[in-house]
């Protein structure tokens, strides 16, 4: 009788620490699953060139209050902005006459900002669609992303015209490309 009472008493123990075993994993794999889904951007890098002129630049003092979610995109949302101080053509004279009240008017408009009103997902990446503000002026932009890793590219064009910022005499000679690379925590 004994031998029975061990031997019941060890199965149901090992069916326990089986059971313990199994929720545990379980439980990671959901815990995991969620932190892959969701990301904020830890570090962003934003470069552009003015194109008709060929000024390739960077602009920085980037902050962010972002939530991407990966599983359901819809939910996510895109809300930055960056510091017109630090825009850098790799010219000085050029950076202090941009900065000016002629063109970025950093002393009224000391941040360009972005917040994004529909994240979608498509064959390549996602589709951001949102508000870009520049001195002043608000207007809807699309960037595309693609992921690579822990990092997301985004890619748009903006005509600097459109901002009351006209270096060129007609619009279509003020168009700007930008760059964003966004490092995922």
Do not use: H
């Not at 570090?43 to 630049?57: D, I, L, Q, R």
């Not at 941040?111 to 669609?129: A, H, M, P």
């Not at 985004?154 to 009351?164: P, R």
């Amino acid at each position: 009788m004994k031998l029975e009472t061990d031997l019941s008493y060890m199965i149901i123990q090992n069916t326990m620490k089986y059971r313990i075993t199994l929720l545990s994993f379980l439980l990671f794999l959901v815990v995991n699953t969620n932190l892959n889904a969701q990301a904020n951007i830890s570090n962003a890098e934003v470069s552009f060139e003015f194109v008709s002129k060929e000024v390739k630049g960077s602009i920085a003092g980037f902050t962010s209050s972002s939530s991407i979610n990966f599983d359901t995109p819809e939910n996510s949302s895109f809300t930055g902005s960056v510091a017109v101080e630090t825009l850098d053509t790799n010219n000085g004279l050029r950076n202090w006459s941009l900065k000016s009240r002629k063109y970025f008017d950093e002393d009224a408009f000391p941040r360009i900002s972005f917040e994004s009103t529909v994240v979608t997902q498509n064959e390549t990446g996602y589709i951001v669609k949102g508000n870009l503000t520049l001195k002043g002026i608000t207007k809807p932009i699309t960037i595309s992303f693609t992921k690579k890793g822990n990092q997301l590219k985004g890619l748009f064009e903006i005509y600097s015209y459109d901002y009351g910022i006209k270096i060129k005499k007609k619009r279509e000679d003020n168009l700007v490309k930008v760059v964003l690379l966004f490092d995922l925590k």
